[in-house]
Nanobody, 122 residues
Framework: QVQLVESGGGLVQVGGSLRLSCAAS????????MGWLRQAPGKEREFVAS????????MYADSVKGRFTTSRDNAKNTVYLQMSSLISEDTAVYYC???????????????WGQGTQVTVSS
């Protein structure tokens, strides 16, 4: 399995931007589909975005489409989530995850980071 460490979370105002990073250990990073998921207090973990092995394909939840962009740098073993036009509903713990299937289902990811808190305040 791959080890994942997220960074870049924090407090931001409504309408602001943040970029999350997720660094992966191991030499097989390019073998994994990478996903971003989030969990707000009292809610289930939900899919945010996914990026294919080479980065050539991405998918997003409807709630973030047009505002969030995910990308990856396989040479640096890192995946990113650029978040713009943030709203209060984006407040959650954000997790990156690795899996073998390109999907929007949270259930198929096999490795997870520890999460990073994003708080959007008005």
């Amino acid at each position: 399995q791959v080890q994942l460490v997220e960074s870049g979370g924090g407090l931001v105002q409504v309408g602001g931007s943040l970029r999350l990073s997720c660094a992966a250990s191991g030499r097989t990073f390019s073998s994994y589909v990478m996903g971003w998921l989030r969990q707000a207090p009292g809610k289930e973990r939900e899919f945010v975005a996914s990026i294919s092995w080479s980065g050539g394909a991405t998918m997003y939840a409807d709630s973030v489409k047009g505002r969030f962009t995910t990308s990856r740098d396989n040479a640096k073993n890192t995946v990113y989530l650029q978040m713009s036009s943030l709203i209060s509903e984006d407040t959650a713990v954000y997790y990156c995850a690795a899996g073998l299937v390109y999907t929007n289902s949270p259930r198929v990811y096999t490795s997870w980071g520890q999460g990073t808190q994003v708080t959007v305040s008005s």
